[in-house]
């Protein structure tokens, strides 16, 4: 069993910058795929970005890419989505996601394990 925490998020002007964390419980997170996803207002969940349990593989979609940044520290449980150039269209909530496998996964139904999510709001 996993638990995932969001922080981070809050409220920034067109332009500005937010970093995400996530910090899981348990002992095995590096043998976790790990994800974020966001939802906007009257929008279906949607994906952003994922990473391999080693950091070694990352894949964005295209809307963020250039722009966020997946990364994890194993050592710290934690896994950060660091959001730069924001844009009205980037505010949503932001939900963490994970899976244990080995490999990039890019659709809800491949985690498991989600957290409650943290709101992000770009002002324009």
């Known amino acids: 069993q996993v638990q995932l925490v969001e922080s981070g998020g809050g409220l920034v002007q067109t332009g500005g910058s937010l970093r995400l964390s996530c910090a899981a419980s348990g002992r095995t997170f590096s043998s976790y795929t790990m994800a974020w996803f966001r939802q906007a207002p009257g929008k279906e969940r949607e994906f952003v970005a994922s990473?391999?349990?080693?950091?070694?593989?990352?894949y964005y979609t295209d809307s963020v890419k250039g722009r966020f940044t997946i990364s994890r520290d194993n050592a710290k449980n934690t896994v950060y989505l660091q959001m730069n150039s924001l844009k009205p269209e980037d505010t949503a909530v932001y939900y963490c996601a994970a899976d244990r496998r080995y490999t990039l996964a890019f659709v809800m139904s491949e985690y498991a394990y989600w957290g409650e999510g943290t709101q992000v709001t770009v002002s324009s």
């Open positions: 990473i391999t349990w080693s950091g070694g593989s990352t």
